[in-house]
């Protein structure tokens, strides 16, 4: 009998290798004995865990950009294989980046490996039919919304929400500063891979009023990076005296200090909800990548805080956005951001529509996700 259990766990996302990291740290809590192996970033470096591939070589979105970090892809999916195949897992758990990691459960399976899911694949986004493939790859689904449950649970018993990860983090409550107070008057987040930082920085940055007789530091812009690869990307894409303005996307502190943010979609728009910062979502794909998955989105938005209030996925949206803008939603973006500033009424609707996502949220995902992997190896 093994004393030692050893887990593989791919992250392919920043803010999947966050809650990946949460998860292990609660493991170990349980069982201070248990190995981690995996793909991650580096949280889950930081936590303890044996990286054999970083997954920031990997961090990409949308068809075609997939192509340009095949040979990268194929790289990290290889080494995956080899690692569970020398060294057999007591189990494997995989963190959302569905396309990647469906590969991975399908290998372990065959290999009669067990396989967890944690944030499933967005499904009710693309097309459920979808889901009988993700049920048979895997032995479990941990899920973090309760909608979610109540679609899998049509088809499969090996579901269950666990709650939400971002409702553990004690950080993520709403500023105590005023409007007024802050001093920092807009926020940038460009996202965390290549792609979309190169997609939507430049159209992020167009869409507000800038002052040519004052610098840009005293206009309180700061544009956010979520890791070291983000950050030298974004360098790359300004001209130096540009740099000076970014900051940390970890640095809760600064966030809180922002009035307003344009925001990539994503997980931060979640964080940002719960921290009562009023955002513009503005997202862009290379053209070809969307004209593909136009014809497969079956949602009419994409933030999660658009999608998860109501009693159906998108009913009450609290925020604009703006998806492959043109120049007219540009003029709309400075127009909204605008709004916000001036008008307090409608912050205050806004950041009703938080408090709501915010009560929605449940904590304790961490702990009840080590506590199905435990389940599972048994």
Same mark, same amino acid.
């Given at each position: 009998?093994?004393?030692?259990?050893?887990?593989?766990?791919?992250?392919?996302?920043?803010?999947?290798?966050?809650?990946?990291?949460?998860?292990?740290?609660?493991?170990?809590?349980?069982?201070?004995?248990?190995?981690?192996?995996? &793909?991650?970033?580096?949280?889950?470096?930081?936590?303890?865990?044996?990286?054999?591939?970083?997954?920031?070589?990997?961090?990409?979105?949308?068809?075609?950009?997939?192509?340009?970090?095949?040979?990268?892809?194929?790289?990290?999916?290889?080494?995956?294989?080899?690692?569970?195949?020398?060294?057999?897992?007591?189990?494997?758990?995989?963190?959302?980046?569905?396309?990647?990691?469906?590969?991975? @459960?399908?290998?372990?399976?065959?290999?009669?490996?067990? /396989?967890?899911?944690? *944030?499933?694949?967005?499904?009710?986004?693309?097309?459920?039919?979808?889901?009988?493939?993700?049920?048979?790859?895997?032995?479990?689904?941990? /899920?973090?919304?309760?909608?979610?449950?109540?679609?899998?649970?049509?088809?499969?018993?090996?579901?269950?929400?666990?709650?939400?990860?971002?409702?553990?983090?004690?950080?993520?409550?709403?500023?105590?500063? =005023?409007?007024?107070?802050?001093?920092?008057?807009?926020? &940038?987040?460009?996202?965390?891979?290549?792609?979309?930082?190169?997609?939507?920085?430049?159209?992020?940055?167009?869409?507000?009023?800038?002052?040519?007789?004052?610098?840009?530091?005293? #206009?309180?812009?700061?544009?956010?990076?979520?890791? #070291?690869?983000?950050?030298?990307?974004?360098?790359?894409?300004?001209?130096?005296?540009?740099?000076?303005?970014?900051?940390?996307?970890?640095?809760?502190?600064?966030?809180?200090?922002?009035?307003? /943010?344009?925001?990539?979609?994503?997980?931060?728009?979640?964080?940002?909800?719960?921290?009562?910062?009023?955002?513009?979502?503005?997202?862009?794909?290379?053209?070809?990548?969307?004209?593909?998955?136009?014809?497969?989105?079956? &949602?009419?938005? &994409?933030?999660?805080?658009?999608?998860?209030?109501?009693?159906?996925?998108? =009913?009450?949206?609290? /925020?604009?956005?703006?998806?492959?803008?043109?120049?007219?939603?540009?003029?709309?973006?400075? *127009?909204?951001? #605008?709004?916000?500033?001036?008008?307090?009424?409608?912050?205050?609707?806004?950041?009703?529509?938080?408090?709501?996502?915010?009560?929605?949220?449940?904590?304790? @995902?961490?702990?009840?996700?080590?506590?199905?992997?435990?389940?599972?190896?048994?």
């Amino acid at each position: 009998m093994k004393l030692n259990k050893k887990i593989f766990i791919v992250a392919g996302e920043s803010s999947g290798d966050q809650h990946a990291a949460k998860y292990v740290n609660a493991h170990k809590q349980l069982d201070p004995n248990a190995e981690f192996y995996g &793909i991650g970033q580096q949280e889950l470096r930081a936590s303890g865990v044996n990286i054999i591939f970083d997954s920031e070589d990997i961090a990409v979105v949308g068809i075609v950009e997939v192509i340009s970090k095949y040979k990268n892809i194929r790289n990290a999916l290889h080494k995956s294989y080899r690692f569970i195949l020398e060294n057999k897992p007591d189990l494997v758990v995989l963190v959302d980046y569905v396309e990647f990691n469906l590969k991975i @459960a399908k290998f372990a399976k065959a290999h009669n490996i067990k /396989v967890l899911f944690y *944030v499933a694949p967005q499904v009710w986004a693309w097309r459920e039919k979808r889901i009988k493939k993700i049920i048979d790859a895997v032995d479990h689904l941990a /899920v973090v919304f309760p909608f979610e449950e109540t679609i899998f649970k049509k088809y499969t018993n090996n579901v269950t929400y666990i709650g939400h990860p971002l409702a553990e983090n004690n950080e993520l409550v709403p500023t105590n500063l =005023a409007y007024e107070d802050r001093t920092i008057n807009l926020g &940038i987040f460009p996202g965390s891979r290549h792609s979309e930082i190169k997609n939507n920085l430049h159209y992020m940055i167009d869409s507000f009023r800038q002052d040519r007789s004052r610098s840009l530091d005293d #206009q309180g812009i700061r544009i956010f990076y979520a890791n #070291q690869s983000a950050k030298n990307t974004i360098e790359s894409l300004l001209p130096n005296n540009w740099h000076s303005l970014l900051i940390s996307g970890k640095n809760i502190g600064q966030i809180k200090n922002c009035k307003k /943010v344009i925001t990539a979609s994503g997980t931060i728009t979640l964080e940002l909800a719960m921290m009562n910062i009023c955002m513009v979502i503005m997202y862009r794909l290379s053209p070809l990548t969307y004209l593909l998955m136009k014809n497969l989105v079956k &949602i009419k938005y &994409i933030g999660l805080v658009n999608l998860i209030g109501g009693d159906r996925l998108g =009913a009450l949206p609290i /925020v604009k956005e703006f998806i492959q803008p043109n120049y007219s939603d540009i003029v709309d973006t400075m *127009v909204e951001l #605008q709004k916000i500033d001036l008008d307090s009424n409608y912050r205050l609707s806004i950041e009703s529509g938080y408090q709501k996502i915010r009560d929605s949220l449940e904590p304790g @995902a961490s702990k009840k996700l080590a506590k199905l992997a435990i389940n599972l190896m048994n």
